[in-house]
Nanobody
Framework: QVQLVESGGGLVQAGGSLRLSCVVS????????AGWFRQTPGKEREFVAT????????SYKDSVEGRFTISRNNAKNTVYLQMNSLTPEDTAVYYC????????????????WGQGTQVTVSS
């Protein structure tokens, strides 16, 4: 079983920054695509960013491109999401996800999920 544990969420003012981390309990994590998604109450879970197994290919939701950066350290089994210039619209629960296949932007394309970490951006 693969377990993912997110951390780094919290309350920040608009314009501020946060860095989310996700530790994956799998020695073969380096074989997995990893992604970040977010969800607000009453809405579908939405794609934020994804990174391939080697870290040399990334993809972002349009509204976060240029503000957020996804990265990974396979030696530490960890994927990161650096979030800058945060706005109240970024407020959500952020989820880390991983899958052995593909490089997708849809939740159904990811088999393993963390429990989520709350990010709240005040205006």
């Amino acid at each position: 079983q693969v377990q993912l544990v997110e951390s780094g969420g919290g309350l920040v003012q608009a314009g501020g920054s946060l860095r989310l981390s996700c530790v994956v309990s799998r020695r073969t994590f380096s074989h997995y695509t990893a992604g970040w998604f977010r969800q607000t109450p009453g809405k579908e879970r939405e794609f934020v960013a994804t990174i391939n197994w080697s870290g040399d290919n990334t993809s972002y939701k349009d509204s976060v491109e240029g503000r957020f950066t996804i990265s990974r350290n396979n030696a530490k089994n960890t994927v990161y999401l650096q979030m800058n210039s945060l706005t109240p619209e970024d407020t959500a629960v952020y989820y880390c996800a991983a899958d052995i296949h593909g490089f997708g932007s849809e939740p159904y394309e990811y088999e393993y999920w963390g429990q989520g970490t709350q990010v709240t951006v005040s205006s």
